[in-house]
Each structure stands twice: as C-alpha cells, then as structure tokens.
C-alpha cells in the first residue's frame, strides 16, 4: 500500500522559514515526479511546486518564485519543500503528491498525480 506522510507544518511569524518534508513508501515504490499543492480556507487546491526524479527538472507556482525552494532525495523516496520569507497569504493546508507517469517532466496539475498524502497545516502569523 502506497502512502505519503508529510512533515514540518507548524506556526511561524511573516518572514520566518519552515521545510516540509513528504515520505513516500515503500522505498521500493517507483516514482517519477512529486509535487507540493495548498489549500487555504474557502480556496481551492493549488499548485506550489513539483519535481521530477529524473534530471531533476523544477517549476513553480508564480506566487512562490524566490521564496520556495523544492528537492528530492530520491534513494529515501522525499521530497523537502524550504519556505523562505513567509506571508500570511502562504497560510494553508500543504499537500504532497507522487506521479507514477510522465518521466523526466514535471506539472501543476493535480489530476496527473496518483497518489496524495493527508496534508500539514502550515500557518503564518502577520
């Protein structure tokens, strides 16, 4: 059974800095690609960010260039996602995802994503 399980959620002031983390298992899972999505309170799911094992190859949400920072360690089957210069309007339920299609690319749509962890909040105080 294939399960996502992120970390590192938590409050912090505007302009801290957190990582989360996403394990995905068993090890011997193949993956091609991970992403991170958000969702705040009344909005739907966004993209954050995405990267593919092979490469890697990032992209990222226009609103998070600069600030995020997406890696992979692929041999422990992570991806880490560093939040830099927090704001408010980053506050939300972050979730990860694992692609088991499309080698070598990356995307921001959630529907080529087969596999979704349970979320970490992740709040940001003004």
């Known amino acids: 059974q294939v399960q996502l399980v992120e970390s590192g959620g938590r409050l912090v002031q505007a302009g801290g800095s957190l990582r989360l983390s996403c394990a995905a298992s068993p090890r011997t899972f193949s993956i091609y690609g991970m992403g991170w999505f958000r969702q705040a309170p009344g909005k739907e799911r966004e993209f954050v960010a995405a990267?593919?094992?092979?490469?890697?190859?990032?992209q990222y949400a226009d609103s998070v260039k600069g600030r995020f920072t997406i890696s992979r360690d692929s041999a422990m089957n992570t991806v880490y996602l560093q939040m830099n210069t927090l704001k408010p309007e980053d506050t939300a339920v972050y979730y990860c995802a694992a692609r088991r299609s499309g080698r070598g690319t990356v995307t921001g749509n959630p529907n080529l994503y087969d596999y979704w962890g349970q979320g970490t909040q992740v709040t940001v105080s003004s």
């Open positions: 990267i593919s094992w092979l490469g890697p190859i990032t």
